[in-house]
């Protein structure tokens, strides 16, 4: 699943966009895809948070579900 990413998402230290523009399902699953990728051939765990909006809980599940 190739996804678009626009360079302006991302920020010192987070990721920022408008949700089913920048931040579609393909892009937070290509995110957690490469996250996880990171962190498993480093042999480290990582930290996520979330934000309380509504559209955070599909991001969330869509980024953690290839972070496994």
């Known amino acids: 699943m190739a996804a678009a990413l626009?360079?302006?998402i991302f920020r010192a230290?987070?990721?920022r966009?408008?949700?089913?523009?920048?931040?579609t399902d393909a892009v937070y699953y290509a995110l957690g895809q490469a996250a996880?990728?990171?962190?498993y051939?480093?042999?480290r765990r990582?930290?996520?948070w979330r934000a309380t909006r509504a559209?955070?809980?599909r991001a969330f599940r869509?980024?953690?579900?290839?972070?496994?």
Not at 17 to 23: E, K, M, N, P, S
């Open 6 to 8: 626009n360079p302006t």
């Open 13 to 15: 230290y987070d990721i």
């Open 17 to 23: 966009g408008v949700v089913d523009i920048d931040l």
């Open 36 to 39: 996880g990728t990171f962190f």
């Open 41 to 43: 051939a480093r042999g």
């Open 46 to 48: 990582g930290s996520w």
């Open 55 to 57: 559209s955070a809980r």
């Open 62 to 68: 869509q980024l953690l579900s290839r972070v496994h």
